[in-house]
């Protein structure tokens, strides 16, 4: 799926009137902190190369690719790091396939100069997953590359060297809480010789391994993951440990209401990005992380690179992963694709690397923008033959060119035809990028935007997407939740939503939300002008359990319309758990 189009959970809570916004959103837990003292400006020198990075490579490795996907004979479901889990194997069968596990193609110079070339500024590689084998030389445990395997090299160090031979940072991936190998570790539910104390594992292995990367290897990021059953007490025994490494960067997946220094979106782009925050999203190429050898579910090179484009444009990071083969190759496939977008990035760089977050909540055009000081970058994905026109900027444009081949861009002015107000026209080059062909405008001072200039428009099939996490007002008590993209609202409130509706008609309305089955029978309503469809919420069996139901037909008018949703006879806490309105003709 193209994750640009993918819309994640947003949440919209429509409270009762007397439940206040404190009781609907319960307060984080005071969260634990590597960084104590820390000024804002300090962490912000801390953070400069990863938030100029923008774009890093995410390498899942480990003895999970020798068996690729199959297992006695049977292809496995799920995710090739996984196998483990999914196929149920014993921990003495599959600790076997270290024996096998001999990378004599793995060259760290090839994989660094891979990434670099891909425009890639950073590379983060599992240390150690979920089946508890160590990608480093432990000395901690005997089940690691350098002791159980014929190969005796540890890759990571010949990573480390290549990676500051060539200028490109490196993150270790560990997952601290999970390991299905080492007795007492999360996750392992199959095997009973795994049963053991999570405290002991914790204090045997876990520890004292993170001791060990940050003490041998030069990382700037620490990526925990999945942090299974990890309490406070256990948390905190990892903290100390990150002072050997001042300046490391780790992520939000400790556990234990740690919020580290990055969110980690995983598989989709938040539409909203996270506001205040640092944020990256990680992402297959396929549809796995380790390698699986019959996976050849590729995301094309267009919607990686406007992955990237859309992560950018709204402040983010891009980690995307490969799942190198046991004998140490990235698949010829992925290797392709980010081959193509080092080429573009190679032009186009300069509007990705170091920019912040687009000034446009919507765009009147097929694209994406980013900003640096005074200039304005937009990434146009489909240049209309007239030209793209850009509405509800204020800023005065002084010159525009094609970063592609430096050629200037041609300027005209225009007029809304929605809100009279006027527009810039750019007209297209000779020569488009198929992705995107990236405009620079050289600004009279850094851009400003009128954020209501645009309304929401139909996709090319006529459909309105109405996201939670796009909506123009949300209630006077709303409030961004982190996690869910989440907001709620007193019952007073209401979500809405600017539109453009090209031809006045009748519309289907769908909702599709969640909600908890002893919640349900709250009602709403999706309201235009005079015109209104109403439904009763029903139970989808969870909160974050999405559903769509059919509400009705509903006439719209053409031009610019506005939607409402509003709540009623609510039920309990919450009238629903918004993920987004569909209408369509
Ligand atoms: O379970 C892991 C998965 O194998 C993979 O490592 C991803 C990468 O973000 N993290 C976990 C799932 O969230």
């Not at 479901?77 to 096998?100: D, L, T």
């Not at 290897?217 to 007490?233: A, V």
Request: net charge neutral; with cysteine.
């Amino acid at each position: 799926m193209n994750s640009i189009a993918t819309v994640v959970a947003a949440v919209i809570l429509f409270s009762i009137v007397t439940v206040t916004q404190a009781q609907t959103t319960p307060a984080p837990a005071p969260a634990p902190t590597s960084q104590p003292t820390e000024t804002p400006e300090q962490r912000d020198v801390r953070m400069k190369w990863w938030r100029e990075a923008r774009f890093g490579m995410f390498i899942h490795w480990g003895i999970y690719s020798v068996p690729a996907g199959t297992y006695q004979g049977k292809q496995i479901n799920g995710i090739g790091e996984w196998i483990m889990n999914r196929g149920k194997i014993p921990v003495a069968e599959y600790a076997k396939y270290a024996a096998q596990f001999n990378p004599v193609l793995f060259d760290a110079d090839a994989w660094v100069r891979t990434a670099k070339e891909a425009g890639m500024k950073y590379i983060v590689i599992t240390s150690k997953h979920h089946d508890g084998f160590a990608m480093f030389d432990t000395h901690v445990s005997d089940y690691g590359i350098v002791t159980a395997t014929p190969s005796r090299r540890d890759p990571l160090r010949e990573l480390a060297e290549a990676c500051r031979k060539h200028g490109i940072h490196l993150g270790f991936y560990y997952s601290q809480a999970q390991d299905w190998h080492h007795t007492g570790g999360a996750g392992n539910t199959w095997d009973p010789s795994h049963d053991g104390s999570m405290d002991d594992y914790i204090d045997k292995i876990a520890v004292p391994q993170v001791r060990e990367i940050l003490s041998n290897y030069p990382i700037e990021i620490l990526w925990w993951d999945t942090p299974r059953d990890m309490t406070k007490e256990r948390a905190e025994k990892f903290l100390p440990l990150l002072a050997l490494k001042p300046g490391i960067i780790t992520n939000n997946r400790l556990g234990a209401g740690f919020k580290g220094d990055t969110e980690t979106p995983e598989q989709y782009v938040p539409p909203t990005g996270y506001p205040g925050r640092d944020w990256e999203t990680c992402m297959t190429m396929n549809d796995t992380w380790g390698y699986k050898s019959y996976d050849q579910n590729w995301k094309s090179t267009e919607t990686l690179l406007r992955n990237l484009i859309d992560i950018a444009s709204k402040g983010g990071n891009y980690l995307l992963n490969v799942g190198p083969t046991a004998r140490g190759e990235i698949p010829g496939p992925s290797i392709e694709r980010l081959g193509q977008i080092g080429k573009w990035l190679k032009h186009n760089g300069e509007a990705i690397y170091g920019t912040s977050a687009s000034p446009f909540k919507r765009y009147s055009f097929d694209g994406r923008a980013t900003v640096k000081g005074n200039r304005l970058y937009l990434h146009v994905f489909d240049w209309p033959e007239n030209g793209i026109e850009i509405v509800g900027l204020k800023t005065p444009v002084k010159y525009a060119n094609f970063l592609f081949d430096g050629s200037a861009a041609t300027l005209d002015t225009g007029k809304s035809a929605e809100t009279g107000t006027a527009t810039v026209i750019i007209k297209p080059p000779a020569n488009k990028d198929p992705i995107a062909t990236v405009v620079s405008l050289e600004l009279e001072g850094p851009p400003e935007v009128d954020a209501t200039a645009i309304a929401i428009r139909p996709d090319a099939k006529g459909l309105f997407r109405l996201a939670a996490g796009d909506a123009d007002h949300l209630g006077e008590k709303l409030q961004m939740d982190e996690t869910h993209h989440g907001l709620s609202a007193d019952k007073s409130d209401h979500g809405m939503w600017n539109v453009t509706v090209p031809k006045a008609g009748i519309y289907q309305v769908e909702i599709e939300y969640g909600c908890e089955d002893k919640s349900a029978g709250s009602s709403y309503a999706v309201v235009a002008g005079d015109e209104k469809v109403s439904g009763k919420v029903a139970g989808t069996g969870g909160w974050k359990k999405f559903r769509a139901q059919k509400v009705g037909e509903l006439k719209l008018g053409e031009g610019r319309q506005t939607i409402r949703l509003e709540a009623s006879e609510i039920t309990d806490r919450a009238a629903m758990n918004l993920r987004e309105i569909r209408i369509k003709p």
